[in-house]
């Protein structure tokens, strides 16, 4: 699955340990995501969407 | 979990499982340690030794009690993942290779290799399992 993780994140100047921070996850799980190597659970894909105000297809996107 | 689990920034869950490996890991080697000298000083039989070779057991089965109430208690659901994978890891590796030592010592009539030679192999295999994945996940960028 694709993300536009890094590139919102980059917009509002977060290093990743903020956004994991923000998320309350760890800054490995925060790399993973945004690395593809890990896709995230519907609840944390639902948090990320609220944290960054859009909804979850803006962010992720199926291959 | 992350590579350091004594750090300030270790969620209370790895603090607990932290403590936890400690205490039941140092209470096996105190059991392992204290049957061995009694059975070896007073030769104890039948229900005595039932009992006592189910000590250590006991730890053993603490230690694997304190993975379960790590990934109950958990929140970053990533940190689960990566233990879970640890653990398969470790699981089908002692597998493969104990099967493997079976056939060996089957067909070969070898001699059995030395008692806890599992445990203490899902233990270390668990472990580097854990440090790899935790590297490989640290990798990337954080620009």
Known sequence: MNNRLKVLRAERNWSQADLASKLEVSRQSVNAIETGKYDPSLPLAFRIARLFDLPIEQIFADN | ?143
């Open chain 2, 1 to 143: 979990m992350t590579c350091n689990p004594f750090g300030k920034n270790v969620s209370p869950a790895v603090r607990r499982y932290t403590q936890g490996i400690l205490f039941t890991m140092s209470g096996y080697v105190l059991a392992v340690l204290g049957t061995t000298f009694y059975v070896h000083a007073h030769h104890p039989t039948g229900l005595m030794l039932y009992a006592l070779s189910a000590i250590p057991a006991f730890c053993i089965f603490a230690m694997l009690g304190v993975v379960v109430i790590y990934l109950r208690d958990e929140k970053d659901e990533f940190q689960r993942v990566l233990v879970v994978r640890a653990l398969l890891t470790a699981a089908f590796a002692i597998l493969a290779l104990s099967a493997y030592m079976d056939f060996l010592r089957s067909y070969g009539n070898l001699p059995a290799l030395p008692p806890f030679t599992d445990f203490v192999a899902f233990w270390m295999i668990f472990g580097l399992a854990q440090l790899i994945q935790s590297i490989r996940a640290n990798g990337g960028t954080d620009e």
